[in-house]
């Protein structure tokens, strides 16, 4: 019996007032890179996919392993490894938006600490050669479509908690036409519990990101404010604006789990 081999459309890129956009043979965009900027994050939502950063300690933020589970155009890979200077990891299913990346979005190729997988990120958080690995997963799946995430089931979400050291963090992107915020959120709380998962709101365009934990402790409101000060001034990014942004689950989808 043989298997057959995906075929991927093409990747492509536009650009507009100096930001390069990363599309998948559609009008969707993948991700951004500002041409002339590449380390800073372009986009509002890839911005609060770093919101993790309020729930971990000053001294730590470039302590540890981040892993991107989609690789978009890299923006985020290239904070974790740059700025952040931690161990990365980037799994990646489509070998298009590697080479894309590598070609048009300035990702370094792989060296002792940037790990840039072509891999199945469903199959990658099941293997037990991953259990408890990494304490920052940034989970941001969609395909040309863009219509909801690809990996959205309550097993992934329990995988993605294996992964995860104990006080590590999680945040997701929840965005497409066919998405269900509180779906998705109801299966994030049942694998990581209701009290260690919270939400910002949603940007403009409607990407909503979630930011799930495994056994923290949430500081007090001081330590959150000095927290995001510190990443304002070191990493130039919104932290203040997230903390007025993030709330626990509503009670709604409490209520349902």
Known sequence: MTTKTPTWGPATLSEFDGVRFLHLDSIWVQGAMRIRKPDQLELEYIQRMCAWMLWRDEASLGEGHAVQLGLGAAALTRFCHGQLKMRTTAVEINPEVIAACRQWFRLP?????????NADAGRWVADDAHLQTADVLN????????????????DFYAGCR????????????????????????????????SDQVWSLAPTKEGNTVVVAARGVTVPDREVLEQRAATIESRFKLPARKWLRLVRPLPMSIIQAL
Not at 109 to 117: E, I, Q
């Open 109 to 117: 190729v792989n060296d002792a600490r940037l790990n840039v997988v």
């Open 139 to 154: 989970v941001d799946l969609y395909d040309h479509d863009a219509a909801s995430p690809v990996l959205d089931s309550e």
């Open 162 to 193: 294996s992964v995860l050291a104990d006080g590590g963090l999680m945040t997701v992107n929840l965005f497409g036409r066919s998405a269900s915020f509180a779906r998705s959120a109801q299966r994030i709380a049942r694998a990581f519990g």
